[in-house]
């Protein structure tokens, strides 16, 4: 059994945030990490960030998701329409690179130039009981998102008020007491892939406003 980590490892508390960031990337063989507070807020994140640069008016995905995620939709604005398509691990947002890996977590998964969302929540595969992550490759992309999941602050200002321009961000962090437990959990290799959950054919609900 390998030591496990405690938050008393680490001066600075933030570090635990980058060390789990570190320790997924090695794990998906992505080039970059950033860990969200939940797999939705990492899906609004990119869905934000890709409308920034491109357009994105309508979006197309499976019907059998968690409600959260046409809500997503309405929050921001975006058409979309719903598929009747089931999958396993992971599926697509058609028309973007954005991935929902919300039931995916394997060695060597990351797909080269997308942005593929984890979920840490229960009944997933690195199940922590809250969080998630952005998978990407994109310098530029990692360079924006990671400021917006944290309210636009720089991460290198210490302490914060020493930053005196933030671009606009969400209070959507992973604590760091998370991440220690997701760094003991991946570095012990207590991963399972063989969650099963059924959803619901969300095609019959109505979201109102």
């Given at each position: 059994m390998i030591n496990e980590k405690s938050i008393k490892d680490f001066k600075n508390p933030f570090d635990?945030?980058?060390?789990?960031?570190?320790?997924?990337?090695?794990?998906?063989?992505?080039?970059?990490?950033?860990?969200?507070?939940?797999?939705?807020?990492?899906?609004?994140?990119?869905?934000?960030?890709?409308?920034?640069?491109?357009?994105?008016?309508?979006?197309?995905?499976?019907?059998?998701?968690?409600?959260?995620?046409?809500?997503?939709?309405?929050?921001?604005?975006?058409?979309?329409?719903?598929?009747?398509?089931?999958?396993?691990?992971?599926?697509?947002?058609?028309?973007?690179?954005?991935?929902?890996?919300a039931r995916r977590l394997e060695r060597d998964m990351y797909k080269k130039s997308q942005l593929q969302c984890l979920s840490f929540g229960r009944t997933k595969p690195l199940e922590i009981g809250r969080g998630g992550a952005i998978l990407l490759d994109d310098k530029e992309a990692y360079k924006n998102l990671i400021r917006m999941r944290y309210d636009g602050r720089d991460l290198g200002y210490i302490p914060w008020e020493n930053q005196k321009t933030f671009s606009l961000g969400f209070h959507y962090m992973m604590r760091p007491e998370e991440c220690i437990v997701g760094i003991n959990k991946l570095t012990n290799n207590e991963i399972d892939n063989n969650y099963t959950h059924k959803y619901p054919d969300l095609k019959g609900i109505k979201i109102v406003s």
């Open positions: 635990a945030i980058s060390k789990f960031e570190e320790l997924l990337a090695d794990y998906t063989g992505a080039q970059y990490v950033i860990t969200t507070d939940c797999c939705t807020h990492a899906i609004e994140l990119c869905l934000r960030y890709e409308r920034s640069i491109e357009y994105i008016d309508h979006v197309e995905f499976t019907a059998y998701t968690y409600l959260s995620v046409p809500m997503t939709m309405h929050k921001l604005g975006i058409n979309y329409e719903l598929l009747d398509e089931q999958w396993v691990g992971e599926y697509q947002f058609l028309g973007t690179r954005i991935w929902d890996s």
